[in-house]
């Protein structure tokens, strides 16, 4: 769910704007980040507000949540066709499936050597 969270922080100076717009861009899922004004707007897929708001209080001063909204993408509306023609489309995507790619089993490592493949270290 993408998500449009807005944040008051208090900015005095261009280090302290730079800093927060860092905090924010480092959370987990976040897309874009801009300041306007004295207000911080963060865009972003699941982004955990309260723990963004949390961090930037703790390293840049005064935060607080002031609103949180889910932003719903814009869908196309499909294109209507005659019933034949789908038919036909659905025929050739059939044909055209590849099958899937099986998945190569890791080779037995030596005790105590790394693997590339596998990137675990096995003891035997």
């Known amino acids: 769910m993408k998500q449009k969270i807005v944040i008051k922080i208090h900015i005095d100076c261009e280090k302290c704007r730079?800093?927060?717009?860092?905090?924010?861009?480092?959370?987990?899922?976040?897309?874009?980040?801009a300041v306007e004004g004295d207000q911080l707007v963060v865009s972003g897929v699941d982004v955990d507000a309260a723990k963004l708001t949390w961090c930037l209080r703790k390293k840049v001063g005064y935060a607080m949540?002031?609103?949180?909204?889910?932003?719903?993408?814009?869908?196309p509306e499909p294109e209507k066709n005659d019933g034949k023609e789908n038919g036909k489309k659905e025929k050739e995507e059939e044909k055209n499936e590849e099958t899937p790619e099986k998945s190569i089993p890791c080779p037995p490592c030596p005790s105590y050597h790394y693997h590339p493949y596998c990137t675990q270290f096995y003891i035997w």
Do not use: F, P, R
């Open 18 to 33: 730079i800093k927060a717009m860092k905090v924010a861009t480092s959370a987990l899922g976040v897309n874009t980040v």
């Open 65 to 75: 949540l002031v609103a949180l909204e889910e932003v719903k993408d814009k869908q």
